[in-house]
T-cell receptor, first 114, second 113 residues
Framework: NAGVTQTPKFQVLKTGQSMTLQCAQD?????MSWYRQDPGMGLRLIHY???????DQGEVPNGYNVSRSTTEDFPLRLLSAAPSQTSVYFC?????????????FGQGTRLTVV | KQEVTQIPAALSVPEGENLVLNCSFT??????LQWFRQDPGKGLTSLLL?????REQTSGRLNASLDKSSGRSTLYIAASQPGDSATYLC????????????FGTGTRLLVSP
């Protein structure tokens, strides 16, 4: 029972580099989302998806791209990394409708941009 | 805009105490409320999910209540143990839009032996 799997766990980037954070879930959840967690600010929503081919912006989308080609995968792309993107990134998934919409989170990716 | 507040920000108790963590939210139009636990450097582990139509949920030594009309939830931990030391987060999901979870900034709990 893998749940939500994020890779890598740690990453150091230089300013201006690009990279993709991977997220995969094996629970057949329609809804997937990316959050960033910064000290004193809680978790903030970056992008979300309600199904394959459908994505939308959250609270802090600038500098990030997403796509959802399959139900299982929801990668987050940093186009040109900036020090302000130093954060811990969490991917989450859940069912979209119904009584059981409990959100499950991955273990996080700790990103440092120097 | 939904805002979630957790009080206190930090709490230190001796082992064995019963304790209450508080969560308040400004918009009562919620779909559900979820309590999470986060250990240092780790991800979020779901503890309890309360639907908007429910008043409370229980799991072992944990009991979460929800008063939607007053915009409040409490997480009650009975007979606390050092292993309960972690940050506890509450998050509310609105009943409009798509599943956005709004998080509080958490309560950092330390249970000393």
């Amino acid at each position: 029972n893998a749940g939500v799997t994020q890779t890598p766990k740690f990453q150091v980037l230089k300013t201006g580099q690009s990279m993709t954070l991977q997220c995969a879930q094996d629970m057949n959840h329609e809804y997937m989302s990316w959050y960033r967690q910064d000290p004193g600010m809680g978790l903030r929503l970056i992008h979300y998806s309600v199904g394959a081919g459908i994505t939308d912006q959250g609270e802090v989308p600038n500098g990030y791209n997403v796509s959802r080609s399959t139900t299982e995968d929801f990668p987050l792309r940093l186009l040109s990394a900036a020090p302000s993107q130093t954060s811990v990134y969490f991917c989450a998934s859940s069912y979209l409708m119904g009584f059981d919409t409990e959100a499950f989170f991955g273990q996080g990716t700790r990103l440092t941009v120097v | 805009k939904q805002e979630v507040t957790q009080i206190p920000a930090a709490l230190s108790v001796p082992e064995g105490e019963n304790l209450v963590l508080n969560c308040s939210f400004t918009d009562s139009a919620i779909y559900n409320l979820q309590w999470f636990r986060q250990d240092p450097g780790k991800g979020l582990t779901s503890l309890l999910l309360i639907q908007s139509s429910q008043r409370e949920q229980t799991s072992g030594r944990l009991n979460a209540s929800l008063d939607k009309s007053s915009g409040r939830s409490t997480l009650y931990i009975a007979a606390s143990q050092p292993g309960d030391s972690a940050t506890y987060l509450c998050a509310v999901k609105g009943n409009t839009g798509f599943q956005k979870l709004v998080f509080g900034t958490g309560t950092r709990l330390l249970v000393s032996p």
